[in-house]
């Protein structure tokens, strides 16, 4: 079965420094997103990406976050001057044209030390 | 925007025991989900169910659009089924959607 993949899974970082997490969505799917899971709560939606542009983003999708799609495969979440309140498990998802299921991956873990 | 509700948001099973999960939602959707978190946090999607039911091994999901809930039923518990289940909800904006999480159901199958 097709699968989301997400690299790091687990990443530590400083306060004030830039992260850049990273998603091969599945190869076919058309829009993607990224998702926010501080521990403990429910999981958030961030943005969503069509087209090569964002198609919607949140009010927590200020301008410390910024996504990119550099190539035909890759899909990044940068986080600049990163907070301690950033941390949380971020999830990159994709889906097919149409309402149709989303596949989520696995997450990566950040957090701000 | 749709909100989500989940109940309960925290049941305890003696495996072996039966349980029903509801998830009830303010507006109509084409699309609905239900997921597993595991304890090291990945999301395992366990039915894509906008409306009818389907069966899956010991899980079964109904969604009733109409009535606007959804129900997960688990048989059999096991104490691997242990997590938190979550049901979310398609939203769209323009010709885009994005899925709405409810709070989640914490469940803990003791042996």
């Known amino acids: 079965e097709p699968e989301v993949t997400q690299t790091p899974s687990h990443q530590v970082t400083q306060m004030g420094q830039e992260v850049i997490l990273r998603c091969v969505p599945i190869s076919n799917h058309l829009y993607f997103y990224w998702y926010r899971q501080i521990l403990g709560q429910k999981v958030e939606f961030l943005v969503s990406f069509y087209n090569n542009e964002i198609s919607e983003k949140s009010e927590i999708f200020d301008d410390q976050f910024s996504v990119e799609r550099p190539d035909g495969s890759n899909f990044t979440l940068k986080i600049r001057s990163t907070k301690l309140e950033d941390s949380a498990m971020y999830f990159c998802?994709?889906?097919?044209?149409?309402?149709?299921?989303?596949?989520f991956g696995s997450g990566t873990r950040l957090t701000v030390v | 925007g749709i909100q989500v509700e989940q109940s309960p948001p925290d049941l305890i099973l003696q495996e072996g025991a039966n349980s029903t999960l509801r998830c009830n939602f303010s507006d109509s959707v084409n699309n609905l989900q239900w997921f597993h978190q595991n304890p090291w946090g990945q999301l395992i999607n366990l039915f894509y169910i906008p409306s009818g039911t389907k069966q899956n091994g010991r899980l079964s999901a109904t969604t009733v659009a109409t009535e606007r809930y959804s129900l997960l039923y688990i048989s059999s518990s096991q104490t691997t089924d242990s997590g938190v289940y979550f049901c979310a909800v398609e939203q769209f904006s323009g010709n885009t959607g994005k899925l709405i999480f409810g709070q989640g159901t914490t469940l803990q199958v003791k042996p």
């Open positions: 998802a994709s889906s097919g044209d149409g309402s149709v299921s989303y596949t």
